[in-house]
């Protein structure tokens, strides 16, 4: 029996993390048709065989699965439900994976518009930055049925490694937010450790190597620690988009009657953050928090 034809496949938006995931979907064999607010991603995509769509509508009329990775909220309902959006394009029977991280509110409504005309949905954020997109080792949190899942299952494996089903539409987005405070909170803290470990006078690259080796490991320590010692705050994941998260978490949180002061100080030592001016850093910049002479000299 010969083998099923992949999908054709849409992607919106050619961010940090979505170019990389486009590609690899290229590299596993998928036709793809991709659009971007700015032509430069495009161009690049296209040479590397893709599609160039204008439109979100007109990516929709030439996919089977249209797949986003958009900022915020706003930009998912304005794309799929604004003029000229995939609401207006999309066929009867396609799949719409919500790779974002948005508000699980915004997943269900903008969901139950597209199944009015026949369109089944996943949300599926992700974690792992810049290089877990590149490698296609992210971590995909999928909320939606059964079926869809199943469906979408080769797609997903194209893009990460941690592929795991949580539950009906609108879960990934609750275990991102979970995500994202585990992260953000545990960025604070290795911020602030490696801030009392200068102010001390002891030298934090020989604390971070010590704490790696014991109980406070993490890919965090790992990774960000090094940002952290090295003054290097480019972007894998910009502190701006971390702080919409952490506000995503600390609503969510308000919502079930809990209030997660952790998530919520973090929140506002981001928007500290974005106040001075560094909301395009990396969310590792949070250690700029914290005026050790070192921290001042190495942070303009």
Known sequence: ?????????????????????????????????????????????????????TTPRDVAVRSDVVITMLPDSPDVESVALGDDGIISGIRDGALWIDMSTIAPATTKRVADELAKKGVTSLDAPVSGGEKGAIDAALSIMVGGSDEAFARAKPIFEALGKNIVHVGALGAGQVTKACNQIVVGVTIEAVAEALALAEA??????????ALLGGFAQSKILDVHGQRMIDRTFNPGFKSRLHRKDMNIAANAGDEHGLNLDAAKLVRAHFDELIARGDGERDHSALRLRYHTPAAVSGSS
């Open 200 to 209: 001390a006078g002891v030298d934090p690259a020989k604390v971070r190597a």
């Open 1 to 53: 029996m010969s083998a099923q034809p992949l999908p054709t496949i849409g992607f919106i938006c050619l961010g940090i993390m979505g170019k990389p995931m486009a590609r690899n979907l290229l590299k596993a064999g998928y036709s793809l048709t991709v659009s971007n607010r700015s032509r430069g991603s495009v161009d690049e995509l296209v040479a590397d065989g893709a599609n160039a769509g």
